[in-house]
């Protein structure tokens, strides 16, 4: 349950350590570093509302990369992917599916292009969920002019069922590949391809998927089965865990005409030539 929107607001210095990070040369390498350790240290038991991508968000900042970047510097954070966004994902009547939600600043970031359409995000993760969850509440804009799906669920496989996914410390590094000596939970799994029918989708525009090192498990059963008209006309995957694949992501979606528009160390974007 998220508590009051007062009780989360950053204080006098940690506002002005935010805005000096977001807004000046200041917030880049050790000097951002220096100042996201301050913002801890004032608020040692609660996470920060700040704005972000022309709304509010709710973020931790610490335990969890993609939070602490979005809160100390939200223009820095996935450049090259928030490009590629606003190049393949439609304003009006677009269908984006993220696999892997976190807390939902890749969603918040996308749904701040979308005037219309339809928008899924799965977590499997209890209390990532719950974060997703409230970034959406606080942004009740977004569900007034979109068609949300908000789903505490994995991905993946040929049925429904459950999955055990592994659980460490770092928030937003559970996954399916389970490692020794990490805690584990178990979590509600299904198809991909159910899921979008579930969600009434005809097409999908653009799909973000980062499941640390699964994305075999959901892509394969994914295409194996699904019709034409639902492959993904855009991707942006995690491809830093490809060493734990089972089978070569890389290679299906090539097979499946897909191009390799851009590729680095963490992540690979491509497009569906027709």
Avoid at 146 to 155: E, G, S, Y
Avoid at 242 to 262: M, T
Wanted: some cysteine.
């Amino acid at each position: 349950m998220s508590y009051s929107t007062r009780a989360y607001k950053p204080g006098l210095l940690s506002r002005a350590l935010i805005t000096l990070s977001r807004h000046t040369i200041f917030g880049r390498g050790g000097m951002r570093k220096v100042m996201a350790k301050t913002v801890r240290a004032l608020n040692p038991d609660r996470p920060l509302e700040v704005s972000l991508y022309g709304g509010t968000a709710r973020l931790h900042h610490t335990g969890n990369n993609s939070e602490v970047k979005a809160l100390m510097s939200p223009h820095r954070y996935a450049r090259e992917e928030y490009a590629f966004c606003r190049q393949y994902m439609p304003r009006t009547n677009g269908v984006f599916l993220d696999i892997g939600g976190n807390a939902g600043v890749f969603s918040l970031y996308v749904a701040s292009l979308m005037r219309s359409g339809t928008l899924i995000a799965a977590e499997p993760q209890p209390a990532m969920y719950e974060r997703l969850s409230t970034n959406f509440s606080l942004n009740p804009e977004l569900g007034a002019r979109l068609d949300l799906h908000l789903l505490q669920t994995a991905v993946g496989g040929s049925v429904p069922g459950t999955l055990t996914i592994s659980t460490p410390d770092s928030a937003g590094q559970a996954s399916a590949r389970l490692a020794e000596g990490v805690p584990t939970l178990d979590v509600s799994v299904i198809p991909m391809l159910d899921l979008l029918t579930q969600c009434e989708a005809e097409k999908l525009d653009l799909l973000k998927i980062d499941v640390e090192g699964f994305e075999d498990g959901i892509l394969f059963p994914f295409f194996e089965s699904a019709p034409n008209a639902l492959h993904p006309k855009a991707i942006v995957m995690e491809a830093c865990h490809a060493g734990r694949w089972d089978r070569d992501c890389e290679a299906l979606l090539l097979e499946h005409g897909y191009r390799i528009v851009h590729k680095d160390r963490t992540n690979m974007m491509l497009v569906l030539d027709t």
